[in-house]
């Protein structure tokens, strides 16, 4: 099967945590005129989308997560006509805008939930997930993704509530027809408002096995990818074909076997975010990444999806640390570890996205106590950790390496105090190292990661080959060094790139060493001429074109 053209494949994404973006009212937090004051800014990095993370109402436990009106803005954002006036001039600027849609579970302070509590004959009864159980004994023993019981209990009702991830975000129960009913309503509002697409949170979550299963493999097996789930998937498929949209799953239980169902011609989504290799940033006592593992990772969706579907690109989002601090080398490969990472993913199959700040190679956030950590999730790790037995020093050090706070620390625009972010103590802590990595200074220097990856996009966007072009792997085994090939008939480009801070030998195949290549972007001047016996440098990167 050949390839299919689409806007969404020829795209290069760019993700906004709006809180931390920028503050157009110096109250400490980012917001939708913000993110408008700084379309220009994206327009000369060439973004042709951005995906916005939630914006609605909000009592905000989960960062916007717990959504308690999803036709309302967050005060903390603006206004619905401000939203109206960015997507305008977004469109204005030819940048599409892909807002987060949370529809696995809502707020506990939704207008649903708040009349689900009042009885069980309540018409909202049914839109959440509710059993029996005694005060003591929650109706199974299935665990929340954020720790503890996936159950909590009601006085009102003496009845438990689902919740997947945190106490205040119960799970909507997708076998209700008129909740179904309700979604579907409110998605087609905002895709009449002229929205381009969304990006769809915890989407395989919303089918859960019945509550005597119990997890055999995995925790979340009752409620990660249960099957049953394609016939909701099926529906929001064919609501989303009625519009040239863009969407992308977030897809956590979904294997790259698997994945064809979900994201080929025919799919529930346009793309999907695997997780495959983000797990192996966790690895928290070792720090050191296995390099043979993530091309295994890459290269089996790489594989699994070619002229099958479409796979979505990232290395940073606002859930995970920060790409060149767990991949790379934050102190002195910073800036060439920043490139290489960015070569590395940039040119695979499928749509890249940069999150914010990546482009500049922000890098993780030097924590000196839990109190400076926002995440729900990553307090409720560091306490356990305690309760292990682990020392108040141990703990932080390894909740600080993978707290995705780390990704919200607010986005450096210039080395002013707050970081150009604000001119009032932002919402989260900037990161001290503000004065040498921002956006004002690399802008003026030629050869700084911004300049690197506004190059990668230029490249990008002019070459058939490295948006449809086949993949093929080499040197799968070297524990060094990521070498691919993307292949459009007699056109092909070659990525070479040392993931490590130790110089990389390297002798290349016969089959790429007896071809004539040129030197299309790099970040050394080493090596433009390649030859079949090579030395690379710590963090060395290029792309050479035949």
């Not at 400076?372 to 306490?383: G, Q």
């Not at 966007?461 to 691919?484: A, C, D, M, N, R």
Request: charged residues 25%.
């Amino acid at each position: 099967m050949k390839q299919t053209r689409a806007w969404w494949k020829e795209a290069v994404g760019y993700q906004i945590y709006p809180r931390s973006f920028y503050d157009s009212n110096n109250d400490g937090i980012g917001d939708l005129n913000g993110i408008r004051e700084k379309l220009p800014y994206l327009v000369d990095l060439g973004i042709d989308f951005i995906w916005i993370n939630p914006i609605y109402d909000s009592p905000n436990v989960d960062n916007g997560y717990d959504i308690s009106d999803y036709q309302g803005i967050l005060s903390d954002f603006g206004t619905m006509e401000e939203f109206d006036l960015l997507l305008k001039e977004a469109h204005d600027c030819g940048i599409k805008i892909i807002m987060d849609l949370v529809i696995n579970h809502s707020s506990d302070q939704h207008q649903w939930f708040i009349e689900s509590k009042k009885g069980l004959d309540n018409p909202y009864r049914d839109y959440y997930i509710w059993a029996e159980g005694t005060p003591d004994t929650p109706p199974s023993n299935w665990e929340s993704i954020f720790g503890g019981s996936i159950w909590s209990y009601d006085e009102q009702s003496q009845q438990y509530y689902m919740h997947v991830f945190a106490k205040e975000q119960p799970d909507l129960n997708w076998e209700n027809k008129m909740l179904k009913k309700e979604i579907f309503t409110m998605i087609e509002w905002w895709l009449e408002k002229g929205i381009d697409g969304f990006r769809l949170d915890a989407i395989s979550h919303i089918k859960k096995a019945s509550l005597d299963t119990t997890p055999k493999n995995h925790p979340f097996d009752p409620f990660m990818n249960v099957p049953g789930i394609e016939a909701h998937l099926e529906e929001l498929r064919d609501l989303f074909k009625k519009y040239d949209i863009m969407t992308v799953g977030e897809a956590s239980g979904v294997s790259a076997q698997q994945a064809p169902k979900w994201v080929g011609e025919d799919g529930y989504f346009n793309m999907i975010f695997e997780f495959d290799h983000i797990s192996l940033w966790n690895k928290e006592e070792t720090g050191k990444l296995d390099v043979v593992q993530l091309k295994n990772a890459l290269s089996t969706w790489q594989t699994a999806l070619d002229k099958k579907g479409w796979n979505a690109l990232y290395m940073e989002n606002h859930d995970v640390p920060r790409a060149v601090s767990a991949f790379g080398n934050d102190t002195i490969y910073w800036k060439d570890s920043a490139k290489a990472i960015a070569m590395m993913y940039f040119f695979l199959q499928g749509t890249p996205f940069i999150y914010q700040g990546q482009e500049i190679g922000m890098t993780n956030y030097p924590y000196t106590t839990i109190d400076e950590i926002d995440a729900v999730d990553s307090r409720a790790f560091y306490f356990r950790l305690l309760d292990e037995g682990k020392s108040v020093a141990d703990a932080l050090r390894i909740v600080s390496k993978t707290t995705r706070d780390n990704s919200r620390t607010p986005m450096q625009w210039t080395d002013e105090h707050y970081a150009g972010f604000s001119e009032s103590t932002p919402w989260m802590n900037v990161n001290p190292n503000k004065n040498k990595i921002n956006v004002a200074l690399q802008e003026s220097d030629s050869s700084s990661i911004l300049n690197f990856y506004k190059e990668l996009i230029a490249i990008r966007k002019k070459s058939e080959t490295l948006v449809y072009g086949s993949y093929k792997l080499y040197l799968s085994e070297h524990p060094q060094v990521f070498i691919y090939e993307r292949i459009l008939n007699s056109n092909r480009f070659l990525i070479v790139v040392n993931l490590s801070e130790s110089p990389a030998n390297l002798r290349l195949p016969e089959s790429l060493s007896d071809s004539s290549w040129s030197h299309v972007v790099g970040n050394s001047e080493q090596n433009s001429m390649l030859t079949s016996k090579i030395t690379l440098s710590p963090y060395e990167a290029h792309l050479f074109n035949n």
